[in-house]
């Protein structure tokens, strides 16, 4: 899909299944309607858009890039829907310029979260006021993949001992840091 110029408005609870790439430098209007990225490869989201219902499905690892620096906002009431089948099926989101970040703005009000498979790195989810609630994908099947910003994923504990080690020390039941927002 490229907007290039003029408007391209949805209307009512309208599905539209992208199976390329999204391109915007013209208007989009999104009204009730769920936009569904659901090609079967690598697929890129360029320009500013503000989304109801922002999709990405996958039954094989493929990565889905964001135009680094530039903001995707989940409109209040509307849905954000990440989901790989399994561990070997991720759904990859990633920056289109490496090591820059992508901008992702969720609305404070009535955004409906589904995270699953996904391994999300360099996303800035800090928003702006109203639009910077913390994206939840603490779901036990997403992984880090770095660099992220207003992300609540699951962390990992490690701990290591060595044949000759004799203390362990203590260990007690405060939790630090219970957050893992990243």
Known sequence: VAITAGTLALSGTTALNVLGNWSNSGTFTAASSTVKFIGSGAQSISGAN????LLATT???RVLSFQSGVTQT???GGSLTFTGTASTSMLSLAPITAVTPWQ???SNTGVTQNITYTSPSYSDASGVTSFNQTVIAT????????NNTNWLLPSTVSCSATPSS???GTLDDTI???SNTI
């Open 50 to 53: 503000t989304w109801y219902g």
């Open 59 to 61: 039954t094989t690892s």
């Open 74 to 76: 989940i409109a209040s």
């Open 104 to 106: 992702l703005a969720v």
């Open 139 to 146: 779901n036990t099947t997403n992984n880090d993949g770095g």
């Open 166 to 168: 004799t203390d362990f």
């Open 176 to 178: 630090v840091n219970t």
